[in-house]
């Protein structure tokens, strides 16, 4: 009987160790091509208690023009690029976006076989808010991000579905 009763709570202590594992963590995409370089662009948690700002908001992402996707709220995407200045553009001003504030941009030159990681943050602009007026109070950065810093933020974020 004693045996039983240890092994249960051996099985449960290992059952609730397991159900513990550390579900924000964030994992490398792959490159396909070594030549290129893979950046990762990421749009973490607002840090402001209370209310997040833009969170139905998104834009899409252009890249040299062309558009790889939607940004939206803890999500991340990965852009796999060759070597050189590639112009990373955050836009409302296309026909799925959902995004009002003004375009960010930001050129990224890439070297090959290394990784970039770029942060889209959106923030209240705290400073210039009055008491019941937060509508169009924002703080709006597209910029890169050192690794160790981004792998802290990227992996409360999620990838953004493929095309």
């Known amino acids: 009987m004693r045996h039983s009763l240890i092994a249960g709570l051996i099985l449960a202590l290992s059952c609730g160790l397991t159900a513990c594992a550390n579900n924000d963590y964030f994992e490398a995409t792959a490159l396909q091509d070594n030549a290129n370089a893979m950046v990762y662009l990421y749009r973490p948690a607002a840090t402001g208690p209370g209310k997040k700002p833009l969170v139905t908001s998104y834009p899409e992402i252009t890249v040299d023009g062309k558009g790889v996707g939607m940004l939206q709220y803890k999500e991340y995407l990965t852009l796999e690029l ?49 008491i019941g007026t937060f509508r169009g109070q924002y703080l709006i950065q597209l910029h890169p991000v050192d690794e160790s810093e981004a792998l802290y933020e990227i992996r409360h974020t999620s990838k953004a579905d493929d095309g």
């Open 82 to 130: 060759p070597p050189g200045q590639h112009k990373i553009v955050a836009t409302g001003l296309t026909k799925d976006s959902r995004w009002q504030p003004e375009d960010r941009s930001y050129t990224l030159k890439t070297e090959a076989g290394k990784e970039y990681f770029m942060r889209f943050r959106v923030e209240f602009n705290t400073d210039s808010m009055s």
